[in-house]
């Protein structure tokens, strides 16, 4: 088991990777966080997978909530609200969110507002949740207008990554969440890069369980240093926003039913490989190397159908502008460059570039 | 104008109080805050009294949301942070509050969710939003199962406390907020009680402009110094729960629809000087005085027929509760005392008492 230690204004957490460490989650809370979990709450297909072996151990009956982007909103948040209270829930109970992003971001924000906020653990369950969503403390839901557009900062207080639930992960489930490693992989710690399986097939079996350990731990500790040093996103943090500019459009533009986050990232990424190279940020090395990382993580769906000027007027209504316009995060040869002001046209010739291969 | 600094967590933040302030607003935020509001979020009541003069100073169309406790819910939030899409306001936008309680509770927890927390000016327009709601960083709304049992810690980057606006008050209001002036006044300034008005017909002219300023002034200071030493309510905050025991019960018993808040805290407070004489922490010299406090506030809805263990029967589901069961505060003769424990039994016996008369 890695621990990593992650700083936060609202007090340090850990986050454990390991193999089989759900097991001891009623363990682990007791000693990490003082007490155990008094609820479990989940999604459909995590509770058929795994909430029954956490929730047998923390005895206590799961709240599953509907999965899926589009019951990301306020009813779920409420629902878990209310069954706490009827399941008596005070302000010094825990609550553990067992789940993919989705699952950790709503409850984490259901943990931020009950009562004014109470503490929470991220057990996150997808390669996805890992390595992003439950790192951070940025919770929150969907407005029809768009992703995670109400929520809270409020970190966990424990996340417990075990890696082996990430066998039960469909394979392009996997492949999409490894956009991710190769994004945190590109801002600071290229040799990361090496242990990212590639091609086509790509599946838990790609790894051995501790080099899903490994890659996944050192995935979280770049966020976390990240994070550490800019909780609030007021510069650093942006860079984490790497191949997501474009990524988001993408999904908003399809409604988010095309592309999982992470394969609308990969995209994002040779976006932005192509966008630092024309910014003269890049070298055409390190463009081709970043798009190829990309590239490896084997076949994600197309984009030729999608009108670009379309597309990219996603971009202008993205909740990362600001008073000055959109600003990207573009690629460097060893690392990136925050707030790169790109214009609507320059984004548009870039995604036709895409279309074209 | 009298200006409060309230130390906060969250950062430090003046609580502006005066006759007439609200003309000075787009002034007065920009000096302090930076920068003036984009939006006006407030309910159809004030916006027929004082929306107007605010909006066109600040020359945006005001967002009106349905008033009273029953509208008091996440809807209203999810309609404020929509129209602020709408409106293209960012991180960096400031919105300011304005209206009672309702107003101030609901747009400042919209505020701290829109895009994980934006800044917000309080601007109250009843007496009990001014010594009360818009100061300690308290936000939230309700649930079916009760109040406020969803929100945030999310002060205010501003408070501007007119109390002109007290003239547009129904004096029934103004009547009820007077007993939060008591309570604080009890908690730690008796000499305070001396200023608050007497008898059935209290109104704005029981005061002069200049009376209801230090009035009001006085008891926001109160507030202001408890809530800044404990912020989170881990104790010394607990002191301000003085007499909303009882009085959140009675608003419960009767479908917050008998009682304003205030009305039932004066209940409230006779409740809890019965209970401080009979835990010999406060003398029958003491217990008659705040008796006597609250009802110099004139008349208020009648308890005769409400049935005790019914009523006391919400006091143990207030989210006040704790592991240890409900702890209430209680008066004594210099202040108060926390952490009081109170059967339930008792508690029957004390409201039968104030049946009794």
Not at 82 to 96: C, F, K, N, P, Y
Not at 219 to 232: F, M, N
Not at 262 to 274: M, Q, T
Request: net charge negative; proline share 4%; with cysteine.
């Amino acid at each position: 088991m890695i621990t990593i230690d992650v700083r936060s204004a609202a007090g340090d957490y850990p986050v454990l990777i390991g193999s089989g460490v759900l097991d001891d989650i009623s363990e682990l809370s007791a000693r990490i966080v003082g007490r155990p979990p008094r609820s479990v709450v989940t999604d459909a297909v995590v509770a058929r997978l795994h909430a029954h072996r956490v929730a047998a151990a923390l005895d206590v009956d799961p709240i599953v909530l509907a999965g899926g982007e589009s019951n990301k909103r306020w009813s779920a948040v409420e629902t878990s609200c209310r069954r706490w209270l009827a399941d008596g829930l005070d302000r010094s109970s825990i609550v553990l969110a067992l789940g993919g992003g989705i699952v950790t971001d709503t409850v984490g924000f259901a943990a931020a507002t009950y009562l004014r906020g109470i503490a929470w653990i991220a057990a996150p369950t997808t390669l996805l949740g890992m390595v992003d969503a439950a790192v951070g403390g940025k919770t929150g839901v969907n407005l029809p207008e768009g992703k995670n557009l109400v929520g809270a900062f409020w970190p966990p207080a424990l996340v417990v990554a075990d890696t082996d639930t990430l066998a039960t992960l469909p394979p392009r489930e996997l492949r999409a969440g490894l956009a991710e490693v190769v994004k945190a992989a590109w801002i600071s710690d290229h040799s990361l890069l090496d242990l990212v399986p590639v091609g086509a097939d790509i599946g838990y079996d790609s790894l051995t369980k501790s080099g899903w350990v490994e890659m996944v731990a050192r995935s979280i500790r770049i966020k976390s240093e990240i994070v550490a040093d800019d909780e609030r996103e007021a510069g650093l943090r942006k860079s984490l926003n790497l191949g997501h500019t474009l990524g988001h459009a993408l999904e908003a533009a399809t409604d988010y039913r095309r592309f999982l986050h992470g394969e609308a990232v990969a995209w994002g990424l040779e976006a932005a490989a192509l966008l630092g190279r024309r910014h003269g940020v890049l070298s055409a090395h390190g463009e081709q190397e970043l798009r190829s990382a990309a590239q490896r993580l084997g076949p994600r769906p197309a984009i030729d159908d999608l009108d670009p000027e379309r597309v990219c007027r996603f971009i202008a209504t993205d909740k990362k502008r600001d008073a000055q316009g959109v600003a990207w995060v573009l690629p460097t040869d060893d690392g990136v460059v925050l707030d790169q002001r790109v214009e609507t046209s320059e984004a548009i010739e870039v995604m036709r570039e895409l279309q074209r291969g």
